[in-house]
């Protein structure tokens, strides 16, 4: 794969956005993995719910956890076009928003390569970026649809804060990728959310030698 032919060049260094990485039949068998775990495996926030494997990042070091075959697939179809740069990804997030559910603003951290990448499922969600200040001004938004995968490196993951607003419905007007989806959209179409199940797919650097199984 040739990431540069998916760069959105309307938004600052550097975000891709790559419509329908994955099949709807893939996309189903996301989401029935995901809803077949076991309940404790599932970590409850204020404001969505989400599952950790790989390990759980930690300054001194990530003590690396199995990876189970369903997700494995996944994680290598993503390590496969070397939007990594040559580093394995082995840390997975995997978060489920309800219909107006969303995350406040963030950046991932220096715990992590700094690339990141994301499988949406489910429903479509709209990725806000903002200036990491106090008066916190919107630099661009970027619209998910099912099944896409987006990457954020360089300026766009150290730099800047990402979100996800608390709303039920989104407006397409200022997404800056538009023209790269899969469907065509209209200027200010609305758009009602559903359940969404994103997988966050990442690099840890730091490892531990031991094992969790």
């Known amino acids: 794969m040739n990431l540069s032919e998916y760069r959105i060049y309307d938004a600052p ?43 759980v990042p930690h300054s001194k070091g990530m003590i690396p956890e199995h990876i189970p075959t369903w997700l494995q697939k996944f994680v290598d179809k993503v390590s496969s076009t070397n939007i990594f740069e040559g580093c ?29 990448t994301t499988i949406s499922c489910g429903s479509h969600t709209v990725l806000e970026f903002l200036e990491n200040s106090e008066k916190r001004e919107k630099v661009c938004s970027v619209l998910l649809e099912p099944c896409s995968l987006v990457v954020v490196k360089d300026n766009m993951y150290t730099k800047y804060l990402h979100s996800i607003k608390e709303v039920k ?44 199984f």
């Open 169 to 212: 419905c989104d407006i397409t007007s200022d997404c800056v990728n538009l023209n790269q989806c899969s469907k065509e959209y209209q200027t200010n179409d609305p758009i009602e959310r559903k359940t969404r199940v994103s997988l966050t797919i990442r690099n840890v650097p730091k490892v531990l030698k031991i094992k969790l």
């Open 88 to 116: 394995k990804p082995n840390q997975i997030l995997v978060n489920e928003y309800l219909p107006g559910q969303g995350i406040m603003p963030h950046t991932d951290g220096p715990l992590f390569h700094p690339i990141v």
């Open 13 to 55: 260094n550097s975000i891709f956005y790559i419509p329908n990485f994955i099949s709807q039949s893939e996309e189903e068998y996301i989401l029935k993995c995901v809803y077949s775990v076991p309940k404790p495996k599932w970590t409850y926030l204020v404001n969505r719910r989400l599952q950790d494997y790989g390990g």
